[in-house]
């Protein structure tokens, strides 16, 4: 691997798009943003959407702006959240605005789900029933939006919307189809039984995509666009960014322990094949597809989301622009024992105030006497001990035997976080770089250009790219 490559990783989360240039010069990979722009729902109608045109446009401003800092692009790759999705008609056209996961709708249909049948959905897909699950925005459609139900051909996740508007082929990415509940991760086909659930037929889905394939070349009227005269394949990649992240973890071993730690955690380990056992289902795990054939067996819990939304408040409340370090600075005026509550409690899932739930939770008897302090601290080793009780359920389940826990994503720069994890679980705490997801994307955009590479030597050209930063247990800070 003597060349040299400019690959374009873009990293579209629920508060930013990220066009991220990745250079590989045979060894190793840097990475540089190259535009950063804000994202985030809306409310219409009583329902909350995504605009993927802004997406779309911010991509197509990130591919014009990274041409001209490298000169050339040699591949791209496209990796966002999981679960939203698209639908189409016969002639490849949008029925309606993407709805987002926050809608109450996927909840109203879990309520008539019984426990027996949870079972039954979990052993047939390997993925555990969860209300933000594409499966039951789906069926909920048919009463919410009837018309574009019955009218809908196609169904494309998020990314693959994007690589849709790129390339003009329509294609289902494996890592991020399994958040639908639809595919089985063991056959890594639609399951029947669910789309009959969801009353739609299999035909919905289109060709499972393949990683480190050329899915087909960027448009030539997005690259006229763009200022860019010459060919460039987009490549699929594990696109739901937890399967990139996981893919771009710097560890030797072959099994590991991570956080993925965004707006949403995704608490879990790398393995060799699905766990689909009643054991699996009842510590809420679940088995999502991860890059060439790997699962990221997983527990999806409450992130950033909470500390995203108090800052918000506490901009509001202040009048004060107060950067994330000054903010996480706060907690440490408090002194006291923090009060640890249930980061995934429903309360929490999109309050009209943040704050307000929080502080009748941490001291029901007096909420008014919570002060910003004692509510980060508690925040803070609340998050922690999340992560830390999940990975314990994952090593018991999985029987094996984990050196340290990697923690990747923007999360991974909360010491106090990290250090309370560590010393909860007893283990290291190795927070990676900023840029595991795009430096994983850009491993998999490498194979397409190397189909002799393992996965193995893939993972080499990872450890080489990223620093770690260690949390041990019980340290002193």
Request: overall charge negative.
């Amino acid at each position: 691997m003597n060349e040299k490559r400019n690959l374009l990783a873009y990293d579209a989360g629920n508060s930013a798009v990220r066009t991220i240039l990745c250079h590989f010069d045979g060894t190793s990979v840097t990475s540089e943003e190259v535009l950063v722009e804000p994202n985030g729902s809306f409310e219409a109608g009583g329902y909350i959407f995504w605009d993927m045109e802004e997406i779309f446009a911010s991509m197509k401003r990130g591919l014009k702006k990274a041409a001209e800092v490298c000169g050339k692009i040699d591949s791209i790759g496209i990796c966002t959240w999981g679960v939203d999705f698209c639908l189409l008609d016969g002639d490849g056209r949008f029925l309606a605005k993407a709805l987002c996961y926050r809608n109450s709708i996927g909840e109203e249909e879990i309520r008539m789900i019984s426990d027996a049948e949870q079972a039954a959905m979990f052993g047939r897909t390997g993925i555990l029933t969860d209300k933000i699950n594409s499966v039951y925005m789906l069926k909920g459609m048919s009463r919410h939006f009837p018309e574009v139900f019955r009218a809908a051909k196609k169904l494309l996740m998020v990314p693959d919307v994007f690589v849709y508007l790129f390339t003009g082929v329509m294609m289902n990415e494996p890592s991020e189809l399994s958040t639908t509940q639809m595919l089985d991760v063991r056959s890594m086909k639609i399951s029947k039984e669910m789309c009959d659930y969801a009353g739609v037929s299999p035909d919905l889905f289109s060709q499972i995509g393949v990683h480190g394939t050329a899915v087909g070349n960027v448009l030539p009227e997005i690259l006229a666009e763009a200022g860019i005269d010459y060919d460039i394949p987009l490549i699929c990649v594990p696109s739901h960014d937890t399967a990139s992240a996981v893919m771009g973890i710097p560890s030797p071993k072959e099994n590991y322990l991570f956080v993925s730690s965004g707006t949403w955690a995704l608490i879990g380990a790398d393995t060799a094949s699905p766990v689909v056992t009643e054991q699996t289902r009842r510590s809420s795990l679940t088995n999502e597809a991860g890059a060439f054939g790997r699962t990221t067996l997983l527990r999806n819990s409450a992130g950033m989301f909470i500390l995203q939304r108090l800052r918000a408040e506490y901009k509001k409340e202040t009048g004060e622009e107060i950067g994330w370090n000054d903010f996480t600075e706060i907690a440490g005026q408090w002194t006291g024992e923090p009060v640890l509550y249930d980061v995934n409690d429903i309360r929490f899932f999109n309050p009209e105030s943040m704050k307000k739930e929080l502080r009748e939770v941490i001291r029901p008897e007096d909420p008014a006497g919570v002060s910003w302090p004692e509510l980060l601290a508690s925040t803070y080793a609340s998050l922690g001990e999340s992560y830390a009780e999940t990975l314990k359920l994952v090593r018991d389940i999985t029987g094996e035997e984990y050196e340290e826990v990697y923690v990747v994503g923007g999360g991974s720069r909360n010491a106090r976080i990290n250090q309370r994890c560590a010393d909860s679980l007893g283990l290291p705490v190795a927070a990676c770089d900023m840029e595991c997801s795009s430096v994983g994307n850009a491993a998999v955009q490498i194979a397409y250009f190397h189909p002799s590479c393992t996965l193995g030597d893939l993972r080499q050209i990872v450890s080489r790219s990223l620093k770690v930063k260690r949390y041990y247990p019980n340290a002193k800070p």
